[in-house]
């Protein structure tokens, strides 16, 4: 597609509920990753795809987040038992390779959960 | 403990003046540092970048200055128009680890008033 398409935009969650966030990145960026913002904050880094492989996944809060991307495009951030501190947007972004210059990431519009 | 700071939540400016933002960063590891730009239910979308070893770089109305000794940045807009009201996120990138672990700053609200 012609931009970084994420799913859902919105949801809410009762607390304990799991969660999947979906992104779907620009056709062909090898590069994929995660990144959560909460209000007020800038964007905070969780994990990194290189292709189908996860080289960096030290932002991730807790044992509770879980991403994968199977076949190396569409990608999924689980959280499972949601707490209300999860309450955040969740960002996603794609480049095109891994760049030795600036990396310009193109974002997503973000996924919203609220945790109730 | 932040690493980007970017002290001042929001900024007000008149069309046509030059807005100025500011951002401080503590790592002098940091390789590249780059704006972005947020509007309301958008992803934040790139703006301009500078290497480390560059003081200024300029794209349109948009220059980015780089003050190593003092590990401060500003973004320079000018002449402003209403439609840069956006929030404004300096990010910071470090020498190791994944290429694109940013470190954003809380960003700056710029308004700018027709």
């Known amino acids: 597609g012609a931009g970084v398409s994420q799913s859902p935009r919105y949801k809410v969650a009762k607390r304990g509920q799991d969660v999947a966030l979906r992104c779907d990145p620009i056709s062909g960026h090898v590069s994929l990753f995660w990144y959560q913002q909460a209000l007020g904050q800038g964007p905070e880094f969780l994990t990194y795809f290189q292709n189908e492989a996860q080289l960096d996944k030290s932002g991730l809060p807790s044992d509770r987040f879980f991403a994968e991307r199977p076949e190396g495009s569409v990608s999924t951030l689980k959280i499972q038992r949601t707490q209300q501190e999860d309450s955040a947007v969740y960002l996603c972004?794609?480049?095109?390779?891994?760049?030795?210059?600036?990396?310009?990431?193109?974002f997503g519009a973000g996924s919203r959960l609220t945790v109730l | 403990d932040q690493q980007v700071k970017q002290n001042s939540p929001s900024l007000s400016v008149q069309e046509g003046r030059i807005s100025i933002l500011n951002c401080d960063y503590t790592n002098s590891m940091f390789d590249y540092f780059l704006w972005y730009k947020k509007y309301p239910a958008e992803g934040p979308t790139f703006l301009i970048s500078?290497?480390?070893?560059?003081d200024k770089n300029e794209d349109g109305r948009f220059t980015v200055f780089l003050n190593k000794s003092a590990k401060h940045l500003s973004l320079h807009i000018v002449p402003s128009q209403p439609g840069d009201s956006a929030v404004y996120f300096c990010?910071?990138?470090?020498?190791?680890?994944?290429?694109?672990?940013?470190?954003f700053g809380k960003g700056t609200k710029l308004s700018v008033k027709p």
């Open positions: 500078i290497s480390s070893i560059k």
């Open positions: 972004a794609s480049s095109l390779l891994e760049l030795s210059g600036a990396n310009v990431l193109t």
């Open positions: 990010a910071a990138r470090g020498d190791g680890g994944s290429q694109g672990n940013l470190i």
